[in-house]
């Protein structure tokens, strides 16, 4: 046996019977089938490095794609302590980035044009010469559709036909949003700006059409992977087909029962597809889940079980490796706050029991509901964190922090005295250790510095001899990767920021029908069944304590009527208390009980209110916004402004208005 085959031997030594199957496919096309909890990021860097020490492919050859700088740096880390260097993997983003910069002479004969890095500005000025009135959600709503536009391959004139076959729910009359579209793309041509959808379609165009430079990159890069597939949408497909330019030496990986992205563009039929388009692929399953306890994997194959079968590759159906656990729990509620109450006492008991509270997670389907949460976990006195705000590293705190460390670890550093001298630093800042404020902001900057220390500590622990200069190092590292620290208490997070993270225990909240699935899927079953994979994808975030709960009023004293999630039949103990049956839903408003009297008590405000102000009624809320008013009854302008398609202009000229609606 040759030094090559016994590395590669050895890379192997310790995957599972699957995993090793998957990992020494490293020819043609392969399709790697990798259930939540499998070990997929554990296989494809295997792969990888087997396919190097076996002789393979040369490691400068490969270009791993993912959708997250975090992922990105987790692939180069572990292959790094494969012993495998020179691997590109990067985001598709970056990839491009990196490809068009190096060739844009060629290609747009010049330098690398400039980036719009937030299209808000931009996208407004379109607006205001299309003569809309918009405010900062409505932009937002607005840059969205652009990015849909763009990532389907949709042509500002053919975007009102496509947005009509694929349901979406524009923010403004959809002949009004290919106007802005139209007049985005021009403002962009004429600063002689791209932005980053740009990035991709112009190395696609690039590898299509300058021969001199697809020439370079296809010898360049021979062997590809592509981290989950299933989020591919049609502008990543089509630079990955110019990348590939009909070869077929690809790896995808990805799990179609985790398509949760479908209304940013994502499209699952590339990898339900990939076996038609290439017959002679290699598909590798891997269902052994070494994340979650076999309670909670049966909870999860049940669930998805339930869903109808989808043509292309099979189905999934995950084998609980671990120990076993408590069975999942179901809990029903009066009202909100009570199950808000309930929820925070359950995570009180579990931190005073030994379980961190960074190892707890609960999870919603929409941000308007973590208020309630914040609320009762500040009043039993546990901390939690906000996840999918702003990024860690982007903090105003993290960054004064981050530029003192640099400034003392130019002045040198003390041998063995790296967390003292962290401590010192962030103390000149106003940081008190073990002395948290009581909550808000305050908090929140106090827990973004304690992070910081808390690494240090562990790093450390694993390295004493770590200085200063070698901390700051790693902590560069870590923001080039988005790779923040960990920050101490409950993560609150929506089911969609949950995707990738596990927690020993999850608390899946505000399971009624409405909710989850959300009232603007249930004209489209399609869109439903996306729902019932979002609820998938949060009961796989639990390691070994799951619970899911739901409440049969929004407010105290309010009716009891709102069914429970209807993905939750056949998975939850039939309800004690009387639960009305689902009544069959025809048109596209499908409220009922008191939602649908507060929709029409909603709309008749509308009508007056657009008619005083000489406007359409969908200018001042579109019915999709009603809806989720009417289901969510907000009952402070905090609430109010969490939902869809209400901004800070729409919250001061109807706020009031549509909290003393709801209120009658």
């Not at 200063?468 to 988005?482: E, I, K, S, T, Y």
């Not at 996306?530 to 105290?556: F, G």
Request: hydrophobic content about 45%.
């Amino acid at each position: 046996m040759s030094a090559g085959e016994r590395g590669g031997e050895a890379v192997l030594a310790g995957l599972d019977d699957e995993q090793r199957a998957a990992a020494s496919a490293v020819s043609g096309p392969v399709c790697i089938l990798a259930g939540a909890g499998t070990g997929k990021t554990r296989t494809i860097t295997h792969r990888i490095a087997y396919g190097v020490h076996v002789g393979a492919f040369a490691p400068e050859t490969v270009l791993a794609v993912t959708f997250t700088a975090r992922a990105a740096g987790e692939l180069r880390t572990r292959l790094a302590a494969l012993g495998v260097g020179g691997v590109q993997a990067r985001t598709f983003h970056a990839a491009a980035m990196r490809q068009l910069r190096y060739f844009a002479p060629q290609v747009l004969g010049g330098p690398m044009p400039p980036l719009i890095e937030n299209k808000l500005r931009v996208v407004g000025n379109a607006a205001a010469r299309a003569r809309l009135t918009t405010d900062r959600t409505s932009l937002r709503d607005l840059a969205s559709e652009i990015e849909w536009a763009k990532t389907t391959l949709a042509t500002p004139e053919d975007y009102p036909a496509r947005a009509k076959a694929a349901g979406r729910e524009p923010p403004f009359e959809a002949a009004a949003v290919a106007q802005v579209y139209a007049s985005y793309e021009a403002a962009k041509q004429r600063d002689g700006a791209l932005d980053f959808e740009d990035l991709l379609l112009v190395t696609a165009y690039a590898l299509e059409e300058h021969q001199q430079v697809s020439r370079q990159i296809r010898t360049q890069y021979r062997h590809f992977v592509v981290d989950e597939y299933q989020d591919v949408n049609p502008l990543q497909q089509r630079l990955l087909d110019a990348w590939l330019g009909g070869r077929a030496d690809v790896c995808v990986v990805g799990d179609p029962n985790q398509t949760i992205y479908s209304f940013t563009g994502a499209d699952p039929d590339y990898l339900l597809g990939f076996a038609d388009r290439y017959p002679d692929a290699e598909v590798v399953k891997l269902e052994r889940d070494y994340r979650s306890t076999p309670q909670v994997v049966g909870l999860a194959n049940k669930l998805i079980g339930q869903a109808p079968k989808r043509k292309g590759l099979p189905g999934l159906r995950l084998l609980g490796q671990r120990a076993e656990g408590p069975a999942p729990r179901f809990a029903e509620h009066p009202d909100e706050p009570a199950e808000a109450k309930a929820v925070a006492a359950a995570c009180r008991e579990l931190v005073d029991a030994g379980t961190p509270a960074a190892e707890i997670a609960i999870l919603f389907r929409i941000n308007a509901q973590s208020e309630v949460y914040e609320n009762a976990l500040t009043d039993v006195g546990v901390p939690y964190v906000l996840k999918g705000g702003e990024r860690f590293f982007e903090r105003p705190e993290v960054r004064e922090a981050l530029l003192l460390l640099r400034g003392a670890a130019a002045g040198g550093s003390e041998p063995g005295a790296l967390v003292p001298t962290v401590r010192d630093v962030l103390a000149s800042t106003g940081w008190v250790e073990h002395r948290p404020p009581a909550g808000g902001a305050a908090r929140d900057r106090w827990q973004s510095l304690s992070a910081l220390v808390d690494l240090a500590v562990d790093l450390v622990a694993e390295n004493p001899a770590l200085d200063l200069p070698g901390f700051v190092g790693h902590l560069a590292q870590r923001a080039d990767a988005q790779h923040a620290p960990t920050v101490q208490g409950v993560t609150l997070a929506s089911m969609h920021a949950a995707k990738g993270l596990e927690w020993d225990a999850v608390f899946v909240v505000g399971l009624v029908d409405g909710v989850l699935p959300i009232s603007q899927s249930l004209s489209r079953p399609d869109a439903v069944e996306e729902e019932r994979r979002l609820l998938y994808v949060a009961v796989t975030r639990a390691r070994e304590q799951l619970t899911l709960s739901w409440s049969l009023a929004r407010n105290p004293g309010a009716r009891r009527n709102r069914p429970r999630s209807r993905f939750l039949d056949g998975l939850a103990p039939d309800s004690a208390a009387a639960v009305p049956a689902r009544k069959p839903k025809k048109a596209k408003v499908v409220l009922d009980g008191e939602a649908g009297e507060l929709f029409e008590r909603l709309r008749a405000w509308r009508s007056s209110a657009a008619q005083a102000a000489s406007v359409p009624a969908y200018v001042v809320f579109n019915d999709s916004t009603l809806q989720a008013i009417a289901e969510t009854r907000p009952s402070t302008l905090r609430e109010l402004g969490g939902l869809p398609g209400i901004g800070a202009k729409k919250l001061e000229l109807y706020g009031e208005d549509v909290l003393a609606t709801v209120s009658e």
